[in-house]
Each structure stands twice: as C-alpha cells, then as structure tokens.
C-alpha cells in the first residue's frame, strides 16, 4: 500500500494532524485496535489553557516547576502561547467545553496556580476523541485501518523513514510505503502492574523507534497518577484529579488525612509528590479518596462518568469513601523531537505521549498533555506542508514473518508487570534496577522474534513490552539523583 502520509495512531495528536494533513495530501491513520481505543479516549480532567494573555507567563512558570527544572523552556512557551489558537480549533470542530458567562467554565488541578483546566464534565477526552474519529471517518482523504498493529517502521536506502510494516487483524502482514510518517503511539502503562492506561498502551512505538536507531531522551521519567479506582480486579480507572481540585481530601487507613505531612500545598501538591505519599501510606493499610462532604447532587452532575463507575463496584461517591492507588499513567519521556516533530529520523515525525519535545521535563503538569499533543501536531503539519511537495515516494522494504498462533506462546508479561512496579516503580534503588535490567534483557532475548519464527499480536506486544521496560530501567540506572517521577532511595 502506498500513502503521501502516514500516521500511526488515533489519539488526539494523531487524528488532529490527520484530519489537517488531509488537506495536502492522500493520508493512512494505522491504529492498533479500534480507532477510538486510545490514552485519549480515557482522559477525564480536561485542557489547561491560559487565562488569557496575562496568564501566559503563570502557566509557563508552573510547568517549569513541575517539570523540577529540566523543561526546554522553548517547548513550554510555545506550547502556552498556541493554546487558545488549538482550544478554538477544537471548539470549531464541534468539541463541547462546559461555558459560563465570559466564555470557558475553568476548575483547579494540582501544580496549578490558578483554575485554567477547561473541560467536558469528566469525560473531556472521551469528548475529544469521538469528535476526532467521526470526522476521521467523514474525510475522504483518509483512511483507517484498525486492529493495524505496529510492527516496526521501514527505513529506506537513505536512512530516512518510508513507512511502516503492520501486523493487520493478527493474520497477514502489510507494508505501507509513504512520503511521511507521523508516530503518534501513545504511551507505555501497560508495561506496570498497576496502571491508569487502557490495554492498547504497551509501548509499542518506543520500542519500534529505538530499533529503528531514533533518539530518546528522558526515559526514566515515568509519572504515576496518584489515584486509581483500588479493587480486588485491578481495573484501570482513573480517579480524575480535578476531584481533589473541587476539595477533596486523602485519608489513609486509620482515618488520617496525611498529606499535609509530604507538602505545604496538601492534596494539591504536584502528582509526584502525592504519588509518592500515597504509596507510602498504603504500605500499612489502604488509602481513600473522601468526596462525602459534597452533595450527591453535585457529584452526579459534575463527575457523572467517575460516580457510575464507583456505583459498578458498589461504591457511592458521596457516602462512600473511595480505595484508591497510585498507578503508572504518563511517559514524560520518549522519542527526542524538536520543536516541529522531526525526530532524529529524516522524514519521521514524533508526535503526543510517545514523543519527548521537552514540554514535560522530570514531571508532567496536570492537563498540559493533551494541549501538547494538540500544539505539537500542528507544527508536525505546518513543517509537513512545506516538505511534502519536494519528496518522491520510496518503496518501503517487505517483513517476512509467518503467522503463528497466540495460544502456542510463552506469557511474559506479567512477569514484565510485576517486575516493573516492584523494581522501576515509584521508589527505586540500584540494586533493584540492575536486577530488572539483568532479567528484562533475558525476557527480551527469547521475546525477540526472527524470520524463522513465526509472529502474533500477542508476541510481539511482549517483545515491545519487553523492550520498552528496558529504556526505561536502563535510563533509570543512569540518572543516579531523584529527580521528579523519578525516586532514588540511594
């Protein structure tokens, strides 16, 4: 198959520049499983957007200060100042924001300085990403294939990128050859026992971009969502932050609202540091989200999708107290770009959670990730309309493998999961990251699939589990000083 772009992908950075790139030229969205199967779809709190000029500078200084002093400032201010000109965009494509007299309704969200989160109740991504993927569908320009999983990107006589090869519907292997590819994977949660990320998220297009040769920085920066929905099934729900931003408290198992103990800004201090807390206290017993001081009026209307899923697991939001974890969440990392998307990769683009443009540094601010997708994108196209013309189509090379069985595999990986919390999880120490290296190459070795040896989806998602959970303890061996998400006891 052949294609002027590529994108891999259908969350919110790759459908944007989809639905611009369509405009220049024939385009192919490539997405794992389902088109609307992304970290998108599950994001809950909302946008963080200025408030107008005057807070351009706030927003930029609480980045940086999250991100513990390692942002590239260019990155951040240009993700700042391009935010209305993208939260517009969005509003004119027909994705609802919550409005009030003077324009967007804005609540609070930890390491923010002030309310500027704009949001659709608490299923803003959700909003998102249906409104991306029907207009996806509606453009004649582009196609998508689902159930299109990546197997790894196709490096032409140059070195530059030529496309992609796919494992499609886990039973024949494409190729597609095109001008440009735009990675656009998402992130890597599902590499740890415990984690917010829905099961597509394995980190896939990491691993495909490290053997491809792009890149990476910042590795080791893994950010933990402090609180996740704690039931006996290990559900990946994500407890929004924005409802410690509407006033609720952490409590642990003695009754105890503890936070004040870790920070100065209590439930409201940046999410490494409650994070961390909560894993702490949940050494010794459980720790609870408490929101029973709102009514249950309030809580219906204002987190309908979060009180129904509490109510599945018999937990009322406003007369219960609700279990909760920290759990891997956001890849602060990934493949280095600059500030248009060009990875070190001629004619590869690195867009959204999977791409590293600096914005995040040790410690991503609440809802600043999918602004930066949003922004990041649009540069990615606006780089892209001024290339494409003078780029001829190089035939991308074929893979052969056979397709084989997923019930004739090994399962690795919850060994790779557990060994990841355990080891590389939000506490480390040297000991326990060489031990995970030591045993996550062994993984990777009997993982690695060869023309001999027949492929599935399942396997090779092991392979990239395999290799990802690498990067990632490998970056954190290196980085001997604690650092944001990432925590040495030594």
């Given at each position: 198959?052949?294609?002027?772009?590529?994108?891999?992908?259908?969350?919110?950075?790759?459908?944007?520049?989809?639905?611009?790139?369509?405009?220049?030229?024939?385009?192919?969205?490539?997405?794992?499983?389902?088109?609307?199967?992304?970290?998108?779809?599950?994001?809950?709190?909302?946008?963080?957007?200025?408030?107008?000029?005057?807070?351009?500078?706030?927003?930029?200084?609480?980045?940086?200060?999250?991100?513990?002093?390692?942002?590239?400032?260019?990155?951040?201010?240009?993700?700042?100042?391009?935010?209305?000109?993208?939260?517009?965009?969005?509003?004119?494509?027909?994705?609802?924001?919550?409005?009030?007299?003077?324009?967007?309704?804005?609540?609070?969200?930890?390491?923010?300085?002030?309310?500027?989160?704009?949001?659709?109740?608490?299923?803003?991504?959700?909003?998102?990403?249906?409104?991306?993927?029907?207009?996806?569908?509606?453009?004649?320009?582009?196609?998508?294939?689902?159930?299109?999983?990546?197997?790894?990107?196709?490096?032409?006589?140059?070195?530059?990128?030529?496309?992609?090869?796919?494992?499609?519907?886990?039973?024949?292997?494409?190729?597609?050859?095109?001008?440009?590819?735009?990675?656009?994977?998402?992130?890597?949660?599902?590499?740890?026992?415990?984690?917010?990320?829905?099961?597509?998220?394995?980190?896939?297009?990491?691993?495909?971009?490290?053997?491809?040769?792009?890149?990476?920085?910042?590795?080791?920066?893994?950010?933990?969502?402090?609180?996740?929905?704690?039931?006996?099934?290990?559900?990946?729900?994500?407890?929004?932050?924005?409802?410690?931003?509407?006033?609720g408290t952490l409590i642990n198992w003695k009754g105890e609202q503890f936070m004040q103990r870790y920070a100065k800004e209590g439930e409201l201090a940046p999410r490494d540091v409650v994070a961390r807390a909560i894993y702490i206290e949940s050494q010794n017993g459980s720790?609870?989200?408490?929101?029973?001081?709102?009514?249950?009026?309030?809580?219906?209307?204002?987190?309908?999708?979060?009180?129904?899923?509490?109510?599945?697991?018999?937990?009322?939001?406003?007369?219960?107290?609700?279990?909760?974890?920290?759990?891997?969440?956001?890849?602060?990392?990934?493949?280095?770009?600059?500030?248009?998307?060009?990875?070190?990769?001629?004619?590869?683009?690195?867009?959204?959670?999977?791409?590293?443009?600096?914005?995040?540094?040790?410690?991503?601010?609440?809802?600043?990730?999918?602004?930066?997708?949003?922004?990041?994108?649009?540069?990615?196209?606006?780089?892209?309309?001024g290339k494409i013309g003078k780029l001829a189509l190089e035939k991308a090379p074929e893979m052969v493998f056979s397709i084989g069985d997923s019930k004739d595999t090994a399962n690795p990986r919850q060994e790779i999961k557990k060994l990841?919390?355990?080891?590389?999880?939000?506490?480390?120490?040297?000991?326990?990251?060489?031990?995970?290296?030591?045993?996550?190459?062994?993984?990777?070795?009997?993982?690695?699939?060869?023309?001999?040896?027949?492929?599935?989806?399942?396997?090779?998602?092991?392979?990239?589990?395999?290799?990802?959970?690498?990067?990632?303890?490998?970056?954190?061996?290196?980085?001997?000083?604690?650092?944001?998400?990432?925590?040495?006891?030594?």
């Amino acid at each position: 198959m052949e294609t002027d772009i590529l994108v891999i992908g259908s969350g919110i950075a790759g459908l944007s520049l989809a639905l611009k790139a369509s405009k220049i030229g024939q385009v192919v969205v490539a997405t794992k499983k389902a088109a609307f199967d992304s970290n998108t779809a599950e994001a809950q709190g909302g946008i963080a957007i200025p408030v107008g000029k005057a807070d351009e500078k706030k927003h930029i200084e609480d980045t940086l200060k999250a991100g513990r002093g390692i942002c590239n400032e260019k990155a951040v201010a240009l993700m700042v100042k391009k935010a209305h000109d993208r939260i517009n965009e969005l509003s004119e494509w027909g994705v609802k924001f919550e409005k009030e007299k003077g324009g967007f309704k804005r609540t609070l969200e930890a390491g923010h300085s002030v309310p500027r989160i704009v949001f659709n109740v608490d299923a803003t991504g959700r909003a998102i990403e249906h409104k991306l993927v029907m207009l996806a569908r509606e453009n004649k320009n582009i196609r998508i294939l689902e159930d299109s999983m990546l197997i790894d990107l196709a490096i032409g006589t140059s070195g530059s990128c030529v496309g992609a090869s796919f494992l499609r519907e886990n039973s024949f292997i494409q190729t597609i050859s095109a001008k440009l590819t735009i990675l656009a994977t998402g992130g890597l949660g599902q590499i740890y026992e415990k984690t917010t990320n829905p099961h597509v998220a394995a980190g896939d297009g990491f691993a495909a971009a490290f053997r491809a040769g792009a890149k990476m920085e910042n590795m080791e920066f893994v950010q933990f969502h402090p609180t996740k929905l704690d039931v006996p099934s290990n559900h990946p729900f994500l407890i929004s932050e924005v409802l410690r931003g509407e006033g609720g408290t952490l409590i642990n198992w003695k009754g105890e609202q503890f936070m004040q103990r870790y920070a100065k800004e209590g439930e409201l201090a940046p999410r490494d540091v409650v994070a961390r807390a909560i894993y702490i206290e949940s050494q010794n017993g459980s720790v609870y989200l408490d929101m029973t001081h709102k009514s249950e009026e309030f809580l219906r209307n204002r987190f309908p999708t979060i009180y129904a899923k509490c109510l599945g697991f018999d937990l009322d939001l406003a007369h219960d107290k609700i279990p909760v974890t920290a759990a891997a969440h956001y890849m602060c990392g990934g493949v280095k770009t600059d500030l248009k998307g060009n990875s070190s990769i001629p004619n590869l683009y690195v867009i959204g959670e999977v791409a590293c443009t600096g914005v995040h540094g040790a410690n991503r601010l609440a809802s600043n990730s999918l602004l930066e997708g949003m922004v990041f994108a649009h540069e990615a196209y606006l780089d892209a309309k001024g290339k494409i013309g003078k780029l001829a189509l190089e035939k991308a090379p074929e893979m052969v493998f056979s397709i084989g069985d997923s019930k004739d595999t090994a399962n690795p990986r919850q060994e790779i999961k557990k060994l990841m919390w355990e080891k590389v999880g939000l506490v480390r120490n040297e000991k326990g990251l060489k031990d995970a290296i030591d045993m996550l190459g062994k993984m990777d070795f009997k993982a690695k699939p060869s023309i001999s040896k027949s492929i599935n989806s399942k396997s090779l998602e092991d392979w990239n589990m395999a290799q990802t959970s690498l990067l990632v303890a490998r970056a954190a061996l290196k980085r001997k000083k604690s650092l944001g998400c990432h925590f040495r006891t030594n």
